[in-house]
């Protein structure tokens, strides 16, 4: 079987070397440099709320250069382009989050099992100059999630342009499971976009019609908000907190040397025991946690194929995806990492077992079925705004409605457990489910692959897929939860509903 090395050009000096980018290149490949000369790779600021159980964001506008002497208009809370990374524990919480912006924002708490009341979805909108400071209680279990604002109609527009960032929910004891700890150093967070940028540096966001119907892709990777940067890893077992906050990019992650990746939690938390891995294909919204070895002291670069959804109305995309395995000619580098023996190495070795609570949702009362179209038709609409929003992708919707916020779509029993059934026959599309965690039960009539195991609330929908989900959280019809695609284009244009749990 040819390898994945052998496609790629460079072979092993890609270890060592990386991307470099230019402004408005139509391809994610270039030509090779040393990973020495790149600049290293920044964290987000961490908050720690794990003592006092508070802590504030700030949606804020500002410039960011990512490329040097290029300021390019951006958002961001508390600076000027994505957010902190929020560490908390189990307990009471109490996020304030303020508006600087001249628009509305939200903050959702991308994975955090809270009411619909602190959800911060669509229905709880930060006017101008507002606060808003729920009293919040966590209850579950180690995790890694997202926070990003969701406003019906500019969501796409605002999380592209930086309105994001990371959430760890943690409980003392990975010591104790044998995994990496300290952050920036052996437990990196990273959060993995793609952008289109101007020649003159300037973030470029969805211009044509095909970018709202595939949704907003770039030429180029930024990782934290930078780009071309490297990671220094120790000599060591290191963990990599991947976060999907691309608009619409399905990434299919591999390294470049063929090392082992060892997937260790999923959206929801841990799984019971690392599960290694040749390929990691990562959703808009997903969340996976991997263990990489770089105890010989070698660097690697961490490489994706191409997006399956790429080609008009995703069946070419899908066709040629084929090809690109074989081939690898859609291969890119997503971040090269380098040893620095300077750095501390805490492990050497990949634990056996973790302890995750595996889901048993398959032994549960199914109280009831519910099916779930995701539908891209093409209707006489299309065009009705003169725009690109809402009349233009009048054909995005769930089960051939498009979304409504004054509408609720489903009511569901709280403690109760529901077999979802969501299906597309055009693109593969990431549904997201607010307030709740799930099973995936089955992927086109098949076993779920391993980065759909343990406990989800986003996964990847290219057929039919079958979830199981547990209703444990209440939302009112003055803050319900929402169910939508997580290409954040389609959720936007209408593929979004809402629903009730009491």
Known sequence: ?????????????????????????????????????RTALRFPPLIDTVNTGKFLVTAQSDTTSFFPGHPAETIGFNQAYLGPVVRMKKGSLRPTVENNLAWPVSSHWHGLLVPGEHDGGPHLAIETGGVWSP???????????????????????DVYSGLAGVLHVVDGLDRDRGLPESYAV??????????????????????????????????????NGQVGAVAAV????????????????????????????????????YLPA??????????????????????????????????????????????????????????????????DERLAASVT????????????????????????????GMGGGMMGSGGMGRGMMSGMAINGQLFD????????????????????????????I?????????????????????WKDTVVVDSQTELLVHFTKPASEETPFMYHCHILEHEDAGMMGQFTVS
């Not at 959703?283 to 490489?303: Q, W």
């Not at 077999?419 to 549904?431: D, E, G, Q, Y």
């Open 135 to 157: 009293d919040m209680e966590i209850a579950q279990e180690p995790c890694t999630a997202f926070f990003h604002t969701h406003i019906h109609g500019r969501t796409a527009r």
């Open 234 to 269: 120790p000599k060591a077992v290191v963990r990599l907190r991947l976060i999907n906050g691309s608009n619409a990019r399905i990434y299919s992650l591999f390294s470049s040397d063929d090392r082992p990746i060892h997937l260790i939690a999923t959206d929801g938390g």
């Open 186 to 223: 052996d437990d990196l967070t990273l959060l993995l976009q793609d952008r289109r940028f101007s020649q003159d540096g300037k973030l470029l966001y969805a211009n044509s019609m095909m970018d709202i119907m595939h949704g907003m892709t770039g030429e180029t990777i930024v990782v």
């Open 405 to 432: 916020m004054s509408a609720i779509n489903e009511r569901v029993r709280l403690g109760d457990t529901e077999k979802w059934v969501v299906s597309t026959s055009m693109l593969a599309h990431p549904f997201h």
């Open 349 to 376: 070795r990949i634990p056996d077992a973790i302890g995750g609570n595996q889901p048993d949702l398959r032994t549960a009362e199914i109280s009831k079925v519910r099916n779930f179209s995701l539908d891209m």
């Open 274 to 339: 690392p599960v290694q891995l040749e390929t990691l294909r990562l959703g808009p919204g997903e969340r996976a946690e991997i263990l990489v070895d770089f105890s010989d002291g070698n660097g690697m670069s961490l490489m994706s194929g191409g997006d399956p959804n790429a080609g008009m109305g995703g069946m070419m995309g899908k066709a040629r995806g084929l090809l690109d395995d074989i081939t690898g000619s859609r291969q890119f580098e997503v971040l090269p990492f380098r040893v």
């Open 434 to 454: 607010h307030g709740v965690s799930f099973q995936v039960f089955s992927e086109n009539g098949r076993e779920p692959r391993p980065e759909s195991l343990g």
């Open 1 to 37: 079987m040819m390898k994945r090395r052998n496609l790629l050009a460079g072979g092993a000096a890609l270890a060592a070397g990386g991307a470099v980018y230019a402004f408005a290149d139509s391809r994610l490949t270039m030509p090779m440099t040393d990973a020495k000369s």
